[in-house]
């Protein structure tokens, strides 16, 4: 197993694609009225996909711009990676699934104000969950896209990243792994507060940063890394302070796992990169096989009926939608070669 320096030679995909699959498998639980499982004791599987996600993307995203430090190319290529999935499935979920599982007639369903207020979401600073008289026997009555709300706060640090950029503090690393480390100790100890997700993501994508900041001292020390990662930690958490552990952890082992080369996850990508598909249509398609299935349905019937369905929309999500739209970037004046295994 190596380090790869190959474009998409390396286990990024995998990853990416078991954080997504994992999401899947918490909100399973809880659209079925279960508890979802906790890792860690500390937090839900959801969640856990969800920091690897914000972890490996900060590594790939801060790639990007140091490759090519252009705010208006940056922000197109950001643009390109989430607006497009989303978009299809915003106009499929609002215009196609949501009239038929609706309670309401056509006409009223069009016409209902949360009909229109549903496509604020392409904004992506905001998310609108619900459609009009949809899923309202589910547990989770009028949700079609909850797992889309991590969205905005992953905009939101792409234009922190780009800022810091501009200003040129991404060429102090040693002072954005001081903030950051800083910030996870004020929020993690000092001041905790479950309902500041801006910092909380925030500080998962920033580890990602500091990382691929840091990846000319660890590149070839991947050993001395993994070690420092697990003592370090280990020391943190045993002292009180185990969030900040699994703030090295989490972003730590996604970045070094991510960036070798093992010869079978290695391949999980070779299909397409389904991770941004996965997360996009599981919740609405979970939601549809329990609203036509109903109770009766056997928990990993609907979880592997959803899996597969969810499975396929991603793959026609990647090939006619996504993948299209990366090849977009290419056209953009001064573009560069992608970071390695990345589609950021």
């Not at 320096?5 to 990853?15: E, K, P, Q, V, W």
């Not at 994992?22 to 860690?40: D, N, R, W």
Request: glycine share 8%; charged share 10%; proline share 5%.
């Amino acid at each position: 197993m190596t380090i790869s320096t190959s474009n998409r030679l390396n286990n990024f995909d995998a990853l990416r694609i078991a954080a997504a699959f994992s999401v899947l498998l918490s909100h399973q639980y809880a659209l079925c009225g279960l508890k979802e499982p906790v890792v860690f004791g500390a937090m839900s599987l959801g969640t856990l996909g969800v920091l690897v996600f914000f972890s490996i993307s900060g590594f790939l995203v801060s790639q990007s711009w140091r490759q090519d430090p252009h705010l208006a190319r940056f922000l197109a290529k950001r643009f390109l990676r989430i607006w497009p999935g989303l978009a299809a499935f915003t106009v499929l979920s609002a215009c196609v699934l949501g009239p038929i599982v609706s309670t309401l007639s056509w006409r009223s369903y069009y016409s209902d104000a949360e009909f229109s207020a549903y496509f604020e979401s392409l904004k992506l600073f905001t998310i609108q969950y619900g459609l009009p008289g949809v899923f309202d026997n589910n547990i989770a009555p009028k949700a079609v896209n909850g797992s889309l709300w991590t969205i905005p706060y992953e905009v939101r640090c792409y234009l922190v990243l780009a800022l810091l950029g501009m200003v040129r503090l991404l060429k102090l690393p040693a002072l954005v792994v001081l903030v950051t480390l800083l910030t996870g100790i004020y929020y993690f100890v000092v001041a905790p507060d479950p309902t500041n997700y801006h910092l909380y993501f925030g500080l998962f994508f920033f580890a990602g940063v500091c990382f691929d900041l840091l990846r000319p001292h660890w590149e070839t020390r991947v050993p001395a890394l993994t070690l420092l990662l697990c003592m370090l930690g280990g020391v943190l958490f045993l002292s009180g302070a185990p969030r900040v552990a699994f703030l090295l952890w989490i972003a730590g082992f996604s970045v070094v796992l991510g960036s070798r080369s093992t010869p079978i996850l290695r391949r999980f990508g070779r299909y397409g990169d389904i991770s941004y598909g996965v997360y996009v249509y599981a919740f609405g398609v979970q939601q549809t096989v329990l609203w036509a299935a109903g109770k009766a349905l056997p928990f990993f019937a609907g979880l592997l009926i959803a899996a597969i369905v969810t499975t396929l929309c991603a793959l026609a999500s990647w090939h006619w939608i996504e993948h299209p739209a990366l090849g977009l970037k290419t056209r953009l004046a001064g573009s560069r070669l992608k970071p390695s295994g990345s589609v950021a």
